[in-house]
């Protein structure tokens, strides 16, 4: 069990649906990332939030969309997307803020398949 | 371009024996040193941190770091088959825009044959 927990754990959505994924941290954490990882792949960073405000966003298409709506919370709402979209989907969160030295906890991740 | 290299194995080592893991680094700024452990299917899970020249040991398992050498890596004592999995080393290096973010390497497959 990880102290970073999404939901859900899978998720099969067709190309024209609307749906998000969640993460939530009750560790104190100031810092939440989203990382897309395929198969074989590391994790490739996709958004940073510190202290809730969005500090990175690593060139994602729009049709991801974060969300923090507070220092718990992480969303990424997810519409129109592409069948190379599938993936899993990993919420990592870590102490201070970025520029943090510490490292990231992830949680087990949301894996997607886009029909 | 910052880089993270690993060598993408996979590395077979019997039980009982040392698995090492090596890992280099493309920016000299680079202030934090990772390795997490992500078996087939599931998440990272952090296993050392390391931020300063040397040796630091938890358990079986020991990270070396040598930034003159731009050089970081595990060592794994008396190997178990449970710990086959994917190892990555993960660097924070310096940003000029301020904050940190993490660089993965491809990770290396490490293989314990019991």
């Known amino acids: 069990d990880t102290e970073v927990t999404q939901t859900p754990k899978h998720l099969v959505m067709g190309m024209t649906n609307k749906k998000s994924l969640k993460c939530e941290q009750h560790?104190?954490?100031?810092?939440m990332y989203w990382y897309k990882q395929k198969a074989k792949k590391p994790p490739e960073l996709m958004f940073v939030y510190s202290y809730e405000k969005l500090s990175i966003n690593e060139s994602v298409p729009s049709r991801f969309s974060p969300e923090c709506p507070n220092s718990s919370l992480l969303n990424l709402h997810l519409h129109a997307l592409q069948p190379e979209d599938s993936a899993l989907y990993l919420c990592?969160?870590?102490?201070?803020?970025?520029?943090?030295?510490?490292?990231?906890?992830f949680g087990d991740g949301t894996r997607l398949s886009i029909l | 371009q910052k880089e993270v290299e690993q060598n993408s194995g996979p590395l077979s080592v019997p039980e009982g024996a040392i698995a090492s893991l090596n890992c280099t680094y493309s920016d000299r700024g680079s202030q934090s040193f990772f390795w997490y452990r992500q078996y087939s299917g599931k998440s990272p899970e952090l296993i050392m941190s390391?931020?300063?020249?040397g040796d630091k040991e938890d358990g079986r398992f020991t990270a070396q770091l040598n930034k003159a050498s731009q050089y970081v890596s595990l060592l794994i004592r008396d190997s178990q088959p449970s710990d086959s999995a994917t190892y990555l080393c993960?660097?924070?290096?310096?940003?000029?825009?301020?904050?940190?973010?993490?660089?993965f390497g491809a990770g290396t497959r490490l293989f314990v044959k019991a």
């Open positions: 390391i931020y300063s020249n």
């Open positions: 990592a969160s870590s102490q201070e803020g970025t520029g943090s030295n510490q490292p990231q906890h």
């Open positions: 560790m104190g954490h100031r810092a």
């Open positions: 993960a660097v924070n290096p310096y940003s000029n825009t301020g904050g940190f973010k993490t660089i």
